[in-house]
């Protein structure tokens, strides 16, 4: 386990553990170490700690230097949808962390390999174990590979409403003026159905219909981010 584990990070992240344990800790929960008291087994908790807080500070600096022009309150939001659980488990999975893990024979008959909150815990502590042994440095170029671009591209819009995420991703190269109008209503006032524009520095980006405005204003954001995901303004 030990050889492809540090076959796999340094194929992976270009990075090389001067300490193997430190690595080998990262990936080993709870429940492996409960199934092996007799070896006095260190878990990946410790670990996770620390690169939880690691991600919170190296995050934050992105996102300060990268939207100068974006508030506190902007950023906090922002911040909160990457390192939030589903986010990291996400990422533990797309670079294969889970199949690494060493879980107690409990832990892994209930698939708990693939339990976002476990998935988000062994991404925490990899990086808590990166910081360890290799320092800030390295982190950082590692979140340059794997995280920073998904920042830049609004993959992390999912942890906001649609409003929040198309205002996100549109100022992020600065201030635009987005502007939602109602252009129709319909039905009777009992069952009344508006149909909201939203306008992007005066181009029409897409529709929304609700039964309030709100709910018209959300979908209409939500259709002018699938149009720029798809890369055709609608």
Do not use: W
Request: glycine share 8%; hydrophobic share 35%.
């Amino acid at each position: 386990m030990t050889k492809n584990l540090m076959n796999h990070v340094e194929k992976t992240f270009g990075v090389t553990f001067d300490d193997e344990s430190v690595l080998v800790e990262a990936f080993t929960h709870s429940s492996y170490a409960n199934d092996h008291r007799e070896q006095n087994i260190k878990n990946l908790e410790r670990l996770e700690f620390l690169g939880d807080a690691v991600l919170e500070l190296t995050v934050s600096d992105y996102l300060y230097h990268k939207y100068p022009n974006q508030p506190e309150g902007q950023l906090t939001r922002k911040r909160a949808s990457i390192v939030r659980a589903e986010s990291l488990a996400k990422l533990a999975k797309e670079y294969r962390l889970h199949e690494f893990v060493r879980l107690g024979k409990g832990e892994e008959q209930m698939n708990g390999r693939n339990r976002p909150s476990l998935l988000c815990d062994v991404f925490e502590a990899f990086i808590g174990s990166v910081f360890v042994d290799q320092g800030m440095d390295v982190v950082l170029e590692v979140l340059k590979q794997i995280l920073f671009p998904k920042i830049d591209s609004g993959a992390f819009s999912h942890g906001m409403d649609h409003k929040t995420a198309l205002q996100e991703l549109l100022q992020q190269n600065g201030v635009v003026t987005i502007q939602y109008k109602v252009v129709d209503k319909r039905g009777p006032d009992h069952q009344r159905e508006f149909v909201v524009e939203v306008f992007v520095e005066g181009d029409s980006y897409g529709r929304g219909v609700g039964r309030s405005k709100k709910a018209a204003e959300q979908n209409a954001a939500k259709h002018a981010l699938e149009s720029l995901e798809q890369g055709n303004q609608s």
